[in-house]
Structure formats: structure tokens, C-alpha cells
């Protein structure tokens, strides 16, 4: 059968047909019809703004792959860096590309004095951590001035590289400033993810970082690297069709993943769990929800209408964490939260299971994160993602500058009234 779609405008009865090409159908249809139609699809629902081979999702089988590659199977045998390596470049790297690879994140972990002395230090002393790390990264441009340089690959290597190595010292950096401790600098010796723990817990001499702790927070990153056209992904897109440079762009696509409704709810999570109190009051709580009393935080997804794969691969790790640090207090009010809601019709209909976030954050929390960081947790791995769909966007040659078009609704042409005559 044709895969072709026949699109009739009754208004006038030119009709045309098109191809469908992977469920996809190009909207220069519409414009053949009459240039001025338009398709009015709030918040993307249906409009596919680009093409991408990065990852793949079916929300409805819950699969995620990067470059072809299941989730699970990253998880189990990679690390982060080769994830962000193939994210990047779009294979697995050799064993002399990882070693480069790796060689040069760490090599650029370090952040320019002024970072800190000057911009870091001027904050409030209880600014938020996320507000810090997105304003950092924006202001982090200003110290390259090969920053703009972005047709050129050599450059925009360059960039990327810096951001991916300089992100978890930022993130580091913004935590020890609220803390009120010395900052500790980046340490050649250990790995993206032990380096990061280290940059962040390090007090006295003797600290060491625990290694199931840091495969846990590497596995973590692996987690949260991609996840094709989300909010936060779109914002660094559409930044980036102005052809602004990286560190602007990735800073927009940080502010979008600040919000509630995207990387904010693993913080959100945290907080209900605690509001919850106890397994006792989950009924209760499921009730005020379906009474439209509020969400239930880490349920639910744009996409994924079954068990995010992510969630279930999080679930796991949490009990290697809680062996290390103690079981966190708030897993049980979760576990009975996850058991009433997945057998609640409300949820049941809505096809409402647990996202990434539902768990994610009582492993940070055991890992000795505090709430206000878990976004930022979000941010360094999809640093990686975001660059790799800045680039993927600048060699794209369907992309334009990003300019969508509104159904204007307000009032029609009318006279201006001079002051003294208005009522
Ligand atoms: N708790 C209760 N009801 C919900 C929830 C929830 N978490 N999520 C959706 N619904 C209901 C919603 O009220 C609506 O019901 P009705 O049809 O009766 O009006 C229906 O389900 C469809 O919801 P929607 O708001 O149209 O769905 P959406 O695709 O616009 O929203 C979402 C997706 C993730 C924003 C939403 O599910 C939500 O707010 N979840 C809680 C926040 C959260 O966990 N966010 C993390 C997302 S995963 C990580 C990331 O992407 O950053």
C-alpha cells in the first residue's frame, strides 16, 4: 500500500498528496494547499522540527537507545565518557580514541581563576545551585574568545570539549560556594565521575572516593546523557539556529531544564516523599492527586506511556547505593507510591508510570547530594546531549533560524485613542 497522504482543502477543493516517509509527512503539503494554512500544535505534540540520528525512543515499547545502542546494554558494560564519545561522534570509540578522549576531558577540567574569585564569589550566599551553574555556564563563554568560532570543527570541538570537562567543576564549584567550603580542584588521577564526587565531598587529606559510589553516579550520567527533543534539548536548538555559540545556547537549555516539569521534579520527587512522611499516608495522598490537588512528582511523561526504561535501570542501582550508605528512609514511602499508583485506574488510563526522576533522586540524596543539586546532577551528563544536537542542527542542511508561526487570536486593526478620550 502507498505510503502517501491525501490532504483536501474543502475550502476551496485543491487537494494534494505526499509521501510518508517513517510516519513522517513534510509540512511544505500544507503550504502547497495555501501558504497561509497552519497546523496549531501547542507544545509540539505532532510537528517533528527536525531530523536526528542521536537516540531513538518508543515511548510506547518504553525503549531508549543512543546511536542504535539499547540503554540497558550502556548501562551494564560502558561509562560515561565513551557514552559521551558516541553521542558525540556517533560510534563506540577504539581503545586509542576513548584513551584521547578521556586524556583531554580531564586535561580540561580546570576553570579560570576568575570563575570563581569573581563571578562565583559574587552570588548570594543561598543562591540556588542550578541558578549558579546555568549563569556560570553562560558567562564561561566570555573567557574563550574563540567561543563564536563555530563553523570551524576544530573550534567547535574545542568548545564542546571544554564545556563536557568543565561542567562537573562548575557544578562542583557552585556546590562548595552554598556549602561555605574551599574549593577543591580537579584531580588528573581519577575518572570524569570520581573526579566529580571528589570535587564536591573532599574534606581533609584522607578522603577517598568510594567506587561503587562513583560507578553509580557514572551510571547516573549515562542515564540523563540524551533524550532526543525534550524541553530542554529544544531550547538548545532553537538557541543554537541563531548560530549563537555553545555556551549561550547550553545555558538557555539549562534554564528549561530548571523548571518543575522537566529536570526540577527529581527534586520535586524528594520533597513529596518527605511531605508524605509515611507509607500510612500514600492512600491519602493518591486520593489529593486524583482530586486534582496537585501531581504526582516522577509519574507520568510526554513520551513514554509504559515504564520509562531509565526509572527501571535506576530502581536497580539504588539498592547497590543504599548498600554503601544505608537504605534512604524515603524508598519505602516511594515503593508504596509506585505499588497504588501502578494499580490505580486513574494512573492505570492515563498510562502514567514512573519517570526517570522517581528514583533518581533518594540515590543522589543517599550519595549526600542536598535536593537543591539534583538538577544540576541533570545537567552535567545532558551537557553532552545538548552539544551533540547543537552540531547535529549546524550541519543540517533543512535547518533555518527557528521561527514558528502563531494563530493570532487578539483584536483586529483599530485606531489609536489619545488619552483624554479613553474611557
Ligand atoms: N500526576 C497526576 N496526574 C498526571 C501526572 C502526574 N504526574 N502527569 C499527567 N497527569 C494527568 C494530567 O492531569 C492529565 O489528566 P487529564 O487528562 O484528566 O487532564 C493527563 O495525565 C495527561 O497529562 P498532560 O499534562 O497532558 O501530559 P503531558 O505530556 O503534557 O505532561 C509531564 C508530561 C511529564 C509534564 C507530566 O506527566 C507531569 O507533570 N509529571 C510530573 C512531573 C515530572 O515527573 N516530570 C519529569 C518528567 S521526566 C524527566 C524530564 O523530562 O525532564
Known sequence: MAETITIIDDRTGKQVTVPITGGVFPSSALRQLDPKLRVYDPAFLSTAACKSSITYLDGDAGILRYRGYPIEQLAEKSTFLEVAYLLLNGELPTDAQLEKWSYDVIHHTMIHENMRKRFVDGFHYDAHPMGMFTSAIAALGTFYPDAKDIHTKESLDKQTLRLIAKSPTIAAMCYRFSMGLPFVSPNNSLDYSANFLNMMFRIG???????????????????????????????????????????????????????????????AVVHMLSEIGSIDNVPTFIADVKAGKGRLMGFGHRVYKNYDPRAKIIKKAAYDVFEVTGKNPLLDIALKLEEAALKDDYFVQRKLYPNVDFYSGLIYQALGFPVEMFTVLFAIPRMTGWLAHYAELLRDDDQKISRPMQWYTGVDARDYVPLNKRK
Not at 215 to 226: R, V
Not at 237 to 246: E, G, L
Open 205 to 267: 587529606d584522607d578522603h577517598r572516593v568510594n567506587p561503587v559510589l562513583a560507578k553509580a553516579m557514572d551510571l547516573l550520567f549515562i542515564l540523563h546523557a540524551d533524550h532526543e527533543q525534550n524541553c530542554g534539548t529544544t531550547a538548545m536548538r532553537v538557541v543554537a539556529s541563531s548560530n549563537a555559540d555553545p555556551y549561550s545556547a547550553a545555558a538557555a537549555a539549562s534554564s528549561a531544564l530548571y523548571g518543575p516539569l522537566h529536570g526540577g521534579a527529581n527534586e
